[in-house]
């Protein structure tokens, strides 16, 4: 499987921003996704999770209330919905997959995740 993600760019603190993660090669419908994000210096730290059935997500506390991450399994791709951006959120965000996961089940460690997309960087001037 690979994965594609777009929609980064270079906004203000407070816009919104909506990245998407296209996945060719395979199909998704069976696997976690999730959002990580990696900002220079640091390391690569999760961001949001949501399982296969797209019922069930989860949220790094410091995007929680901001970000919304979902998924379309028929178009084959996940989203990352971002508002009130904030200066610190500046990062290359990466999607990732899971394969053959179990329909309740989302992860948040990168460790956990198999497939990456090669990134898409947002930056939020102040």
Same mark, same amino acid.
Request: with cysteine; hydrophobic share 35%.
């Given at each position: 499987?690979?994965?594609?993600?777009?929609?980064?760019?270079?906004?203000?603190?407070?816009?919104?921003?909506?990245?998407?993660?296209?996945?060719?090669?395979?199909?998704?419908?069976?696997?976690?996704?999730?959002?990580?994000?990696?900002?220079?210096?640091?390391?690569?730290?999760?961001?949001?999770?949501?399982?296969?059935?797209?019922?069930?997500?989860?949220?790094?506390?410091?995007?929680?209330?901001?970000?919304?991450?979902?998924?379309?399994?028929?178009?084959? +791709?996940?989203?990352?919905?971002?508002?009130?951006?904030?200066?610190?959120? +500046?990062?290359?965000?990466?999607?990732?997959?899971?394969?053959?996961?179990?329909?309740?089940?989302?992860?948040?460690?990168?460790?956990?995740?198999?497939?990456?997309?090669?990134?898409?960087?947002?930056?939020?001037?102040?």
């Amino acid at each position: 499987v690979q994965l594609q993600a777009s929609g980064g760019g270079l906004v203000q603190a407070g816009d919104s921003l909506t990245l998407s993660c296209a996945a060719s090669g395979g199909t998704i419908s069976r696997a976690i996704m999730g959002w990580f994000r990696q900002a220079p210096g640091k390391e690569r730290e999760f961001v949001a999770t949501i399982n296969r059935g797209g019922r069930i997500t989860e949220y790094a506390d410091s995007v929680k209330g901001r970000f919304t991450i979902s998924r379309d399994n028929s178009k084959n +791709t996940v989203y990352l919905q971002m508002n009130t951006l904030r200066p610190e959120d +500046t990062a290359v965000y990466y999607c990732a997959a899971r394969p053959n996961a179990i329909l309740s089940d989302t992860r948040t460690s990168v460790d956990d995740y198999v497939y990456w997309g090669q990134g898409t960087q947002v930056t939020v001037s102040s």
